[in-house]
C-alpha cells in the first residue's frame, strides 16, 4: 500500500515539478467544492421558502468551518497511516452525499449534520491536496507547486458559485442540488487518474532528507489573521462598505452598475487572482523565500486597507481592494508552504488557525458595524491586524 507519507518524501531533489498530478488532484478537488458554494450562492436567497430565519442561515454557514477547527488534526493523523487516494476517494463521495441531502429539503438539524458532514469532509480533502502537492517537489519550489495546485482548485469556487446560480433559475431549488451532486462526484474519478499518475513518476522510497523548514508557532497567529482579514471581515462586509459609500448604483462615465453587481465583480476578482495568479505568486514566493515575501505581503495589505480607510474615492478603494485581495493570496500561499513543509500535524495546525480565522472574522466586522455603524472601521481593524502580522515576522528576524 502507498502511504500518506510515502508520497511527501518520494521525490528526489532534482526531479522537475510533477505537474499533471497535481493539476488532475487539483480538479478532483475543485469538483467536491460544488455543493459548499451552492449552499453560499442559494442559501441566503432561498432561505425563507425552506422555512430557515436569518439566525439558522449563519450557523448553517459557519458551521462548516467551525467543525474543521476540530478535525483537521484527526485527518492529519488518519492519514499519516492510510492511502490517500482511498481516502480521498470515500470523502469526495461522502460530500456528494452532503449536497444530496441538501437537495430533500430536510429540516434545520438535518441540514446542519449535513453542512457539518461537509467541514469534515473538506479536512481530509484540502489536508490529502496540498500535502501531496508539496510532496512533489523539492521545498526550494514548494510554494511555485502550491500555486499550481491552487489555481486549478479556484475553479471549483468559481464554476460552482456560476453553476449553482444557473441552474437554480433554470431548474428550481431541488433539481439544482440533484445536478450538483452528481458533478461532485466527477471528483473520484480525477482522483483515481491523479495518483495513477503521480505513482508513475515517483519511485516509494524511504523518507527524503529531513526539512530545514522551522516551524514558528507565530506562524499560526498570521494564518488566523490572514483568513480573518481576507474571507472573513473584508469580503464579509464589502458590499454593507460599498453601499454605505457609494449607495445603490455605482456610475464611471456613461456605465452604470447596481452596488451589488460591483460587490460580486470585486469578490469574484478575489478568486480570479487566486486562480490566475497563485501559480505567478507561488514562484515568486519561491524566488524571494517565504520570510520575506510574507512582510511584504502584510505590509502592502495593510496599506491598501490603510488606504481605502482614509480615501473613499472609488478610484482609490477599488484598487486598494484588489491590491489587498493579491497580498492576502501571497500570505496564504507562503503560509500554508512553509507549514506543509515542516510535516502534516503542523500543518493541521495552520488550517484550524486558518478556519478560526475565517470563522471569527465575519462576527468581529458586523459587530464593528454594528457598533459604530462606520464602513472605515472594517479597513481599520484590517490594516491594525495585518500590521500585527506584518510586525510578528519581521521580529522573528
Request: glycine share 10%; net charge positive; hydrophobic share 55%.
Amino acid at each position: 500500500m502507498f502511504s500518506f507519507m510515502a508520497y511527501l518524501h518520494a521525490m528526489k531533489h532534482d526531479e522537475p515539478i510533477v505537474k499533471w498530478p497535481v493539476i488532475l488532484l487539483g480538479m478532483s478537488v475543485a469538483f467536491s467544492l460544488f455543493g459548499d458554494m451552492a449552499i453560499y450562492a442559494i442559501l441566503p436567497v432561498y432561505h425563507e421558502v425552506l422555512g430557515f430565519g436569518p439566525m439558522q442561515v449563519g450557523i448553517l454557514l459557519s458551521a462548516n468551518r467551525w467543525v474543521r477547527i476540530i478535525t483537521n488534526r484527526g485527518a492529519g493523523r488518519v492519514l499519516e497511516r492510510s492511502d490517500p487516494s482511498r481516502v480521498l476517494a470515500v470523502v469526495l463521495f461522502l460530500g456528494a452525499c452532503a449536497a444530496a441531502i441538501y437537495a430533500s429539503t430536510p429540516p434545520f438539524l438535518l441540514f446542519l449534520a449535513a453542512r457539518i458532514l461537509w467541514g469534515v469532509c473538506w479536512s481530509f480533502i484540502r489536508h490529502i491536496g496540498v500535502m501531496t502537492s508539496l510532496g512533489t517537489v523539492h521545498e526550494k519550489r514548494a510554494a511555485g507547486i502550491l500555486g499550481i495546485y491552487n489555481g486549478v482548485v479556484q475553479f471549483g469556487f468559481i464554476a460552482g458559485t456560476l453553476a449553482a446560480g444557473l441552474l437554480f433559475d433554470s431548474w428550481g431549488y431541488r433539481a439544482t442540488f440533484w445536478l450538483i451532486a452528481a458533478m461532485s462526484l466527477i471528483g473520484i474519478p480525477l482522483d483515481f487518474a491523479g495518483f495513477t499518475r503521480l505513482r508513475k513518476h515517483t519511485s516509494i522510497r524511504h523518507h527524503r532528507a529531513p526539512t530545514q523548514n522551522r516551524f514558528d508557532r507565530v506562524m499560526l497567529l498570521r494564518g488566523f489573521i490572514v483568513s480573518c482579514v481576507g474571507t472573513g471581515l473584508i469580503i464579509s462586509t464589502l458590499g454593507f462598505v460599498l453601499r454605505q459609500h457609494f449607495g445603490e448604483v455605482f456610475q464611471v462615465g456613461s456605465i452604470v452598475l447596481g452596488i451589488t453587481t460591483v460587490n460580486a465583480v470585486l469578490i469574484a476578482s478575489h478568486y480570479t487572482i487566486n486562480s490566475i495568479g497563485s501559480p505567478v505568486l507561488g514562484r515568486l514566493i519561491d524566488a524571494i523565500g517565504r520570510s520575506t515575501s510574507e512582510f511584504l505581503a502584510f505590509t502592502f495589505g495593510c496599506a491598501a486597507l490603510t488606504l481605502a480607510a482614509i480615501f473613499t474615492q472609488p478610484w482609490v478603494l477599488i484598487p486598494a481592494v484588489v491590491i489587498f485581495f493579491v497580498a492576502t493570496v501571497t500570505g496564504k500561499l507562503s503560509l500554508m508552504s512553509q507549514a506543509g513543509l515542516t510535516g502534516s500535524k503542523n500543518f493541521s495546525l495552520m488550517m484550524s488557525a486558518s478556519d478560526m480565522g475565517s470563522a471569527t472574522g465575519p462576527i468581529i466586522g458586523w459587530a464593528a458595524i454594528e457598533t459604530s455603524g462606520s464602513p472605515e472601521a472594517i479597513f481599520t481593524i484590517g490594516a491594525a491586524l495585518f500590521a500585527i502580522a506584518a510586525v510578528s515576522e519581521l521580529i522573528k528576524r
